[in-house]
């Protein structure tokens, strides 16, 4: 079963004119998956007009955002939805919210942690797992390539890491 936790699929990075607009910097699978939406922060926020910016970003106007100042007090602020709002996914493809808070478990059935993180820093997913805290109380953290090689299986349960790439 699916945790219906809150999925971010974009930010507001500023004020865009003077009649409220503002401008978007997308996550995931950019303009197309926001267009989906209509609604946003469990219903704080209605999309009434969305169009690419050219630069891989996009211009949004809300109904509840009415001017330039509006806009403003908004930068920073995250568009999220429920995760059950997002589309059904094939075989092997996951959103990185599933992932977070994982259990992880190496192949050998070693505890490894949880998962704390998933960044893309341009070559492909990676997880970061936190382990339990050593004797001076620090948790160490160490970061897996989401691969079929390194992670080759997971579930809503847990995650398991081939021992190759465990520190």
Not at 6 to 21: N, P, R
Not at 57 to 66: P, Q, S
Not at 85 to 108: N, T
Request: proline share 4%; aromatic share 6%.
């Amino acid at each position: 079963m699916v945790k219906d936790r809150s999925v971010t699929l974009a930010a507001i990075t500023g004020a865009h004119g003077v009649t409220g607009e503002v401008r978007l910097k997308l996550f995931g699978e950019g303009l197309e998956a926001l267009k989906r939406h209509k609604s946003f922060n469990d219903g704080a926020l209605t999309l009434k007009k969305l169009r690419d910016d050219n630069k891989g970003g996009a211009i949004a106007r809300f109904a509840e955002i009415t001017d330039r100042s509006a806009a403003e007090q908004l930068r920073g602020t995250t568009l999220d939805v429920a995760r059950s709002a997002l589309p059904a996914l094939d075989e092997g493809e996951y959103y990185h919210a599933d992932l977070l808070g994982l259990a992880a478990i190496c192949d050998d059935g070693q505890q490894l942690g949880t998962v704390v993180a998933v960044e893309n820093f341009g070559a492909g997913d990676i997880v970061e797992i936190e382990g339990p805290p050593g004797e001076d109380g620090k948790r160490p953290r160490f970061m897996v390539p989401m691969t079929r090689q390194a992670v080759p299986d997971w579930n809503a349960e847990r995650l398991v890491v081939a021992r190759d790439f465990v520190p």
